[in-house]
């Protein structure tokens, strides 16, 4: 007898990212009354970065999908439980007010609405009870320069000023004029609450 096993290799970044690419063209169909299911989370599996990780469970957060974890909690570093322990990111996949996810609003390197699992969509943006959740994901294999500019996130306003929190960190930021710019690592998603409007 022959046995064929297939292994989905679910916890490889090749993988992770052809996910994320399909998953953002269905983000319409997720609300309250129906989930989308990206597949259970892979951080602490695999040879996945910090950054990868950051990655993969932010934005996996972000589009309201299932946060199943599939490791063992046991061999977890710190730095990965603080990953799956980030209170803004569980607030905004567990809102009780907006069950929206959120969706990209710009593409980046590839034109937007453009199909690819190697650099899938790079700007992300969503409401929530506590504010607008924005992410910059840098697909590519160096640092870069990112911007989030207010004129191009459709939940806030251009000239807008705004208290703002680095997710990741926990860090609040101040009031922040009409954009926000972050270096990205390779791999590594910049996250930030923007909160209530500053005067």
Same mark, same amino acid.
């Given at each position: +007898? @022959?046995?064929?096993?297939? !292994?989905?290799?679910?916890? $490889?970044?090749?993988?992770?990212?052809? @996910?994320?690419?399909?998953?953002?063209?269905?983000?319409?169909? =997720? %609300?309250?009354?129906?989930?989308?299911?990206? %597949? #259970?989370?892979?951080?602490?599996?695999?040879?996945?970065?910090?950054? $990868?990780?950051?990655?993969?469970?932010?934005?996996?957060?972000?589009?309201?999908?299932?946060?199943? +974890?599939?490791?063992?909690?046991?061999?977890?570093?710190?730095?990965? @439980?603080?990953?799956? $322990?980030? !209170?803004?990111?569980?607030?905004?996949?567990?809102?009780?007010?907006?069950? $929206?996810?959120?969706?990209?609003?710009?593409?980046?390197?590839?034109?937007?609405?453009?199909?690819?699992? =190697?650099?899938?969509?790079?700007?992300?943006?969503?409401?929530?009870?506590?504010?607008? +959740?924005?992410?910059?994901?840098?697909? =590519?294999?160096? =640092?870069?320069? #990112?911007?989030? %500019?207010?004129?191009?996130?459709?939940?806030?306003?251009?000239?807008?000023?705004?208290?703002?929190?680095?997710?990741?960190?926990?860090?609040?930021?101040?009031?922040?004029?009409?954009?926000?710019?972050?270096?990205?690592?390779?791999?590594?998603?910049?996250?930030?609450?923007?909160?209530?409007?500053? !005067?």
């Amino acid at each position: +007898m @022959i046995q064929c096993v297939i !292994k989905a290799e679910t916890d $490889q970044w090749s993988r992770i990212l052809q @996910i994320l690419n399909v998953n953002s063209f269905l983000l319409d169909y =997720t %609300d309250f009354w129906g989930r989308n299911d990206p %597949d #259970m989370l892979e951080v602490g599996n695999g040879n996945l970065t910090l950054e $990868q990780e950051h990655s993969h469970f932010g934005l996996w957060a972000m589009m309201k999908g299932p946060l199943l +974890m599939g490791t063992d909690l046991t061999k977890l570093s710190k730095e990965q @439980i603080a990953v799956l $322990q980030n !209170k803004h990111l569980l607030a905004y996949n567990q809102d009780p007010v907006v069950g $929206q996810p959120a969706k990209p609003y710009k593409w980046g390197i590839n034109p937007d609405w453009t199909f690819n699992s =190697t650099y899938p969509a790079m700007y992300w943006s969503g409401a929530s009870n506590n504010g607008t +959740m924005v992410a910059l994901f840098n697909p =590519t294999n160096s =640092t870069m320069k #990112m911007t989030a %500019d207010y004129a191009e996130i459709p939940q806030l306003e251009s000239r807008g000023c705004y208290d703002v929190t680095d997710v990741w960190s926990g860090k609040n930021l101040g009031c922040k004029e009409k954009k926000v710019e972050a270096k990205v690592m390779a791999h590594d998603t910049a996250i930030f609450l923007f909160g209530k409007e500053c !005067k």
